[in-house]
């Protein structure tokens, strides 16, 4: 068999003056962003976030970047650049500055703010470094330059690193919209001065390298959005991301035109749109948002709600209105306006989301039925003009999972960068720029980090998750039974304890003949004692549900001596 050239060893020793580029997180899905530059015996790490769970994923917080690779070099980092405030790019910056608190922490102005805000409920005093566009630092043996990119957050930054191996452009995630509501502009003249000097590695965004054309303004979707408020009878919910600074902006804008008070429901949406307002990223009337006990006392008509639970994370606001947990009731008349895009992953999660509202009278208005959405990340057209003006002599695809990748890396070559310079990795996978030439050498551990409660990794095991994943599924069976050591025989019938399985009379008959045809036969070899009574009792109960039920919950047998 062919070996793939993704079947990887460790890397060798990188030489003198070469870069190592070290993807942990980021590349074959979305979230969890997460990049190591290696240079002269130093780590610079740009971005580190979060990606969240799965339905397959039972229990879990959220998911982390595996720190393995660094956590022995921990003294080498010189510091942590955060792109933009998004979670899947700030996240995991607590569970890193829990493994070294005095890491410099680098960002603009608004990412530095979320990100500190975070660190004080991980009571965690972080060391700030605040940069902005147009500026120029130098970390050990990294020079960088920060530039001004467009996204659905304010305050992005792509950055620019200069070291003796080379010029590396790492866009984070950005688009090119002509008519940004904050009117700051993608910093393109400074993509083609770079591009000028001589760009050794583009790290371009790649979410939306699979969409044809240029990516919609922000200010499109105003229209929509004053139809959804021109036409509610009652009350107005909106679901959002809790950073999505420049889409809550709309919202609180057509609120003022259409004469509604505006109070923010979750805890991190009050926290991260008090800190955008304070810094002047959020603009709001005097008067406009009003504590949500103030609601009861308003008319419906007059009333928007702002709240987190775009993706149909369980715990989120609106998730629990749609399932009637929550203090809010949806009711008939209500229209609830979904305003983010569906990852990828999340689709199932966010129907049901969907399907709870509606069924509670509510009209859900979302990107599927209405131009209420669009999207912060550049499609193909930005993406081949941004390699047209920087030149690129080798590319590396980020931020996407492996189908936006390789869209990505398809526009790369079709603008004339040679098909062996563009470098197609995912999460693990060590590349090396070396005299201007960027090769893969090799892999290191970059597996996923489960964060369950309080607990990083360890319990939180795929062996676990598959329990639980079992457990919903299947249920759970205890089988209980009193052994006589000196014959082997049960001194009385065995109990059984279901959860989550119907326990009926013919149900427990099957499975007691089960056990006695099971204990008979192990009998007539020797006389069983205690641990191999419970692994008769788990084979043989498990063997006759799945040849009846075609099931096999989860079985504990526990045997006492008598």
């Given at each position: 068999?062919?070996?793939?050239?993704l079947?990887?060893?460790?890397p060798p020793?990188?030489v003198?003056?070469?870069?190592r580029?070290?993807?942990?997180?980021?590349?074959?899905?979305?979230?969890?962003?997460?990049?190591?530059?290696e240079h002269?015996?130093?780590l610079?790490?740009?971005?580190?976030?979060v990606?969240f769970?799965?339905?397959?994923?039972?229990?879990?917080?959220?998911?982390?970047?595996?720190?393995?690779?660094?956590?022995?070099r921990?003294q080498?980092?010189?510091?942590?650049?955060l792109?933009?405030?998004?979670?899947?790019?700030?996240?995991?910056v607590?569970?890193l500055?829990?493994?070294r608190?005095d890491?410099?922490v680098?960002g603009s102005?608004?990412?530095?703010?979320?990100?500190s805000?975070?660190l004080?409920?991980?009571r965690?005093?972080?060391?700030?470094q605040?940069?902005?566009?147009?500026?120029?630092?130098?970390?050990?043996p990294?020079?960088?330059?920060f530039?001004?990119?467009?996204h659905?957050?304010p305050?992005?930054?792509?950055?620019?690193i200069?070291?003796?191996?080379?010029?590396?452009?790492?866009?984070?995630?950005?688009?090119?919209?002509q008519?940004?509501?904050?009117?700051r502009?993608t910093d393109?003249?400074?993509?083609a001065?770079l591009?000028?000097?001589?760009?050794d590695?583009?790290m371009t965004?790649?979410?939306n390298?699979?969409?044809?054309?240029?990516?919609?303004t922000?200010?499109?979707?105003r229209?929509?959005?004053?139809s959804?408020?021109?036409?509610?009878?009652?009350?107005i919910i909106v679901s959002?991301?809790?950073?999505?600074?420049?889409?809550?902006?709309?919202?609180?804008?057509?609120?003022?035109?259409?004469?509604?008070?505006v109070a923010f429901v979750?805890?991190s949406?009050?926290r991260?749109?008090?800190?955008?307002?304070?810094?002047?990223?959020?603009h709001?009337?005097?008067?406009?948002?009003?504590d949500?006990?103030?609601?009861?006392?308003?008319?419906d008509?007059?009333?928007?709600?702002?709240?987190?639970g775009?993706?149909?994370?369980?715990?989120?606001?609106?998730?629990?209105?749609?399932n009637?947990?929550?203090?809010?009731?949806?009711?008939?008349g209500?229209?609830?306006?979904?305003?983010s895009?569906?990852?990828?992953?999340?689709e199932?999660?966010?129907?049901?989301?969907?399907?709870?509202?509606?069924?509670?009278?509510a009209n859900?208005?979302?990107?599927g039925?209405a131009?209420?959405?669009?999207?912060?990340?550049?499609?193909?057209?930005e993406?081949v003009?941004?390699y047209?003006?920087?030149?690129?002599?080798n590319?590396?695809?980020?931020?996407?999972e492996?189908?936006?990748?390789?869209?990505?890396?398809?526009?790369?070559?079709?603008?004339?960068?040679?098909?062996?310079?563009?470098?197609?990795?995912?999460?693990g996978?060590?590349v090396?720029?070396?005299d201007?030439?960027?090769?893969?050498?090799?892999?290191?551990?970059a597996?996923?980090?489960?964060?369950?409660?309080m607990t990083?990794?360890?319990?939180?095991?795929?062996?676990?998750?598959?329990d639980?994943?079992?457990?919903?599924?299947?249920?759970a069976?205890?089988?209980l039974g009193?052994?006589?050591?000196?014959?082997?025989?049960?001194v009385?019938?065995?109990?059984?304890?279901?959860?989550?399985?119907?326990?009926?009379?013919?149900?427990i008959?099957?499975?007691t003949?089960?056990?006695?045809?099971?204990?008979r036969?192990a009998?007539k070899?020797k006389i069983?004692?205690?641990?191999e009574?419970?692994?008769?009792?788990?084979?043989?109960?498990?063997?006759w549900?799945?040849?009846?039920?075609?099931?096999?919950?989860?079985i504990?047998?526990?045997?006492?001596?008598?």
């Open positions: 068999m062919t070996k793939h050239e079947d990887l060893n460790s020793s990188l003198k003056r070469g870069l580029i070290v993807p942990l997180g980021g590349l074959g899905e979305i979230g969890r962003n997460m990049t190591v530059f002269k015996g130093k610079l790490i740009v971005d580190c976030g990606l769970p799965e339905e397959t994923q039972p229990g879990v917080n959220v998911i982390l970047p595996d720190f393995s690779y660094i956590r022995g921990m080498d980092v010189v510091a942590v650049v792109t933009h405030g998004h979670e899947d790019h700030i996240g995991g607590p569970y500055l829990r493994e608190a890491i410099p680098v102005e608004l990412t530095l703010a979320f990100v805000a975070k004080e409920e991980h965690i005093t972080p060391k700030l605040q940069v902005k566009e147009g500026q120029r630092r130098s970390f050990g990294f020079d960088l330059e530039l001004a990119v467009n659905s957050i305050d992005g930054l792509a950055v620019a200069r070291t003796e191996a080379g010029l590396v452009l790492a866009t984070g995630d950005f688009k090119m919209d008519f940004p509501l904050d009117n502009l393109l003249p400074g993509f001065r591009g000028e000097e001589g760009v590695l583009f965004d790649s979410t390298a699979e969409v044809p054309g240029f990516t919609m922000e200010e499109d979707i229209p929509a959005i004053d959804v408020f021109r036409t509610a009878p009652r009350r959002s991301f809790a950073s999505h600074v420049h889409r809550i902006q709309q919202v609180i804008d057509a609120s003022a035109r259409h004469n509604r008070k979750g805890r949406m009050v991260n749109m008090a800190i955008a307002e304070k810094l002047g990223f959020l709001v009337p005097k008067g406009l948002i009003v949500v006990k103030a609601l009861e006392r308003m008319k008509s007059q009333v928007t709600m702002i709240c987190t775009s993706q149909g994370e369980p715990m989120a606001a609106l998730s629990r209105m749609a009637r947990e929550h203090t809010i009731k949806i009711g008939e209500d229209t609830v306006l979904l305003a895009s569906l990852i990828p992953g999340n199932n999660s966010i129907y049901r989301v969907i399907n709870g509202l509606t069924r509670w009278g859900v208005v979302h990107k039925n131009k209420v959405h669009v999207s912060g990340h550049a499609s193909a057209g993406l003009y941004c047209n003006l920087v030149k690129p002599k590319v590396m695809p980020i931020h996407g492996w189908r936006h990748l390789k869209a990505n890396a398809e526009l790369a070559i079709r603008t004339g960068v040679p098909e062996a310079q563009v470098l197609v990795v995912e999460d996978v060590v090396d720029l070396v201007g030439v960027a090769k893969i050498v090799g892999r290191v551990p597996e996923i980090v489960l964060v369950d409660g990083v990794g360890g319990v939180a095991s795929e062996e676990a998750l598959a639980r994943v079992q457990l919903s599924n299947d249920g069976v205890t089988i009193i052994l006589d050591t000196r014959t082997g025989a049960l009385e019938p065995v109990e059984f304890i279901a959860r989550g399985f119907v326990q009926d009379n013919a149900w008959q099957g499975a003949k089960s056990i006695d045809d099971a204990l036969a009998n070899v069983v004692d205690g641990p009574l419970e692994e008769i009792f788990t084979q043989s109960v498990t063997r549900m799945q040849r009846k039920y075609r099931r096999i919950p989860v504990t047998s526990v045997v006492v001596d008598a």
